[in-house]
């Protein structure tokens, strides 16, 4: 069964850091696209960063620079360092795993399966 | 920066009526195009991928539709289970961008 669950969320004063971590079962990470969205409460959904099976990484503009993130293969996990947190930054954190769309020739991916969500509060 | 756009942002339906939700995408993204749903307290559930594909388990009633920059997410004969929060997001391989539109509420009229 497929299951990914966040863990790292909290409150923390603006400036702060924060590490997230993503848990998957039932498939592996490092094969897998991955991605963290957030959605700050009571908005809509926003993607923060991607990372490919390859090791590529890929990050909105609003996180470039303070947002790290990684997998590690050994534990199969997904994380997301976040540094220099700012109030905007207040939001659910998700993760989730991308699927490829193999329609042309180089795939693109659409998020597949997700996590239930970690809560994290920028504010002093 | 592909923005995404949807309407409206709340649409009310009786249950057991059609629901035609408009997603509209500032430039090309040709078929890439997902569909999500998110109920209160959950996180989002992928409904349609390539603009019209329905994801394993997504019951027939749901259909997608479009390509370019206009796409619709129609749903037939709702039902008491189908009123959430509906997303569209495009996923463009370069640059890597994956923006969501505002969502639209579905709720019960």
């Known amino acids: 069964e497929l299951q990914l669950v966040e863990s790292g969320g909290g409150l923390v004063q603006p400036g702060g850091s924060l590490r997230l971590s993503c848990a998957a079962s039932g498939f592996t990470v490092s094969s897998n696209f991955m991605t963290w969205v957030r959605q700050a409460p009571g908005k809509g959904l926003d993607w923060v960063a991607v990372?490919?099976?390859?090791?590529?990484?890929y990050y909105v503009d609003s996180v470039k620079g303070r947002f790290t993130i990684s997998r590690d293969e050994s534990k199969n996990t997904l994380f997301l360092q976040m540094t220099g947190l700012r109030a905007e930054d207040t939001a659910v954190y998700y993760c989730?795993?991308?699927?490829?769309?193999?329609?042309?020739?180089?795939?693109?991916?659409?998020?597949?399966?997700w996590g239930q969500g970690t809560l994290v509060a920028v504010s002093s | 920066e592909i923005v995404m756009t949807q309407s409206p942002a709340t649409l009310s339906v009786s249950p057991g009526d059609r629901a035609s939700l408009s997603c509209r995408a500032s430039?090309?993204?040709?078929?890439?195009l997902a569909w999500y749903q998110q109920k209160p307290g959950q996180s989002p559930r992928l409904l349609i991928y390539?603009?019209?594909t329905r994801a394993t388990g997504i019951p027939a009633r749901f259909s997608g539709s479009g390509s370019g920059t206009e796409f619709t997410l129609t749903i037939d004969s709702l039902q008491s289970e189908d009123f959430a929060v509906y997303y569209c997001?495009?996923?463009?391989?370069?640059?890597?961008?994956?923006?969501f539109g505002p969502g639209t509420k579905v709720d019960i009229k």
């Open positions: 990372i490919y099976s390859g090791g590529s990484t």
């Open positions: 390539a603009a019209s």
């Open positions: 430039q090309s993204i040709l078929s890439n």
């Open positions: 989730a795993r991308g699927a490829p769309d193999n329609t042309w020739t180089t795939p693109t991916y659409y998020f597949d399966f």
């Open positions: 997001q495009q996923y463009s391989h370069w640059p890597p961008s994956f923006s």
